[in-house]
């Protein structure tokens, strides 16, 4: 496809771009830098600032960004669940959103933490062309992809969509009518926060369409950041649960009551990666991996959210 084809075809691209919205709407990466994606530089007071331009969809997708859970959290054992892909994220039970289903439901305060800590992170990804970054110039001008949460997709989502009534929809991913984004990062009790960001005047990205065209073959592809063999089995994921948790052989836990669909939970392998784990609970913890905590739902929504699923 040309770039004069993705200039016709723009509509078409809206359209299937709402209809992804709209579902998310009802409804593993590794933990090293990776120099493909953007990471927003912040000073020593917590603040930061850049403007980026998102970019539509590769050759071969229809969809500008992809969506996906995640689990992180330590275990009493000291063992890390890092990045574990969440099956709700293809539709599919999770048997760690299954546990804190119950946990929160059980009323307990403690274990309404335990479950806040285990919940699942939002995470989307998509292609974009950072315009003005004052804190690493080098990379203005390059085409990154850049991993975002709830309150810059929120953003999003009121851009294509305004509640203002006679406010114009605008597509950001949008080469010729898109819309920069001017990131602004600040510290908010500890924690990044991007409420402040802003978009700006509508227009297109460069007049130039053979520009163009070099800035979308430089664009990556996204799916494969959401492919099934990203995934563990129902079973993987009861295991690593089980051995963060510190579950022995034979302990009643809530863990146990939640049915699976895959396979019984104490079978040979599961039991003998249990009695393992014995080993591991003596061992030092691990350090926590570098995690920017932006964009969490609250504790409610995010129960609201497995109660619906």
Known sequence: MSISDLKKNRQASIEALNAEIEKHSRKSFDSEPDDRFWYPAVDKAGN??????FLPPVEGESIPFVR?????????TGIWIVNEMCPTT??????????????????DEA?????????????????????????????????KLFRFGQKIWDKIN????????????VNPFDFWEGVPLTIKIRNVEGYRNYDMSEWGQIGALSKDDEY??????????????IADELFHT?????????????IMDGTKTMLDAIPSTESPFHDDKTIKNLQEARKA????????????????????????????E
């Not at 851009?159 to 929809?169: D, L, N, R, T, W």
């Not at 163009?212 to 950041?225: A, I, N, R, T, Y």
């Not at 129902?234 to 510190?246: P, Q, V």
């Open 48 to 53: 930061g600032n850049a403007i980026i331009r």
């Open 68 to 76: 996906y859970w995640v689990h992180s959290f330590q275990g009493p």
């Open 90 to 107: 293809k539709g599919k039970q999770c048997p760690i959103c299954a546990l804190n289903r119950e946990l929160w439901n059980s009323g």
């Open 111 to 143: 274990k309404r933490k335990q479950a806040s800590k285990q919940k699942r992170k939002l995470n989307f990804v998509a292609n974009i062309q950072v315009l003005k970054y004052s804190a690493d110039k080098s990379q203005e001008g390059q085409v």
């Open 158 to 169: 009121e851009k294509m969509h305004p509640s203002v009534e006679g406010e114009k929809a």
């Open 212 to 225: 163009l065209d070099e800035v979308w073959k430089k664009e990556m592809p996204l799916q494969p950041f």
């Open 234 to 246: 129902e079973a993987e994921i009861r295991t690593k649960l089980s051995n963060a948790l510190g």
């Open 281 to 308: 609970r003596s061992a030092p913890a691990k350090e926590e991996p570098a995690v920017v905590a932006d964009d969490e739902e609250m504790d409610e929504d995010y129960f609201k959210r497995l109660a619906s």
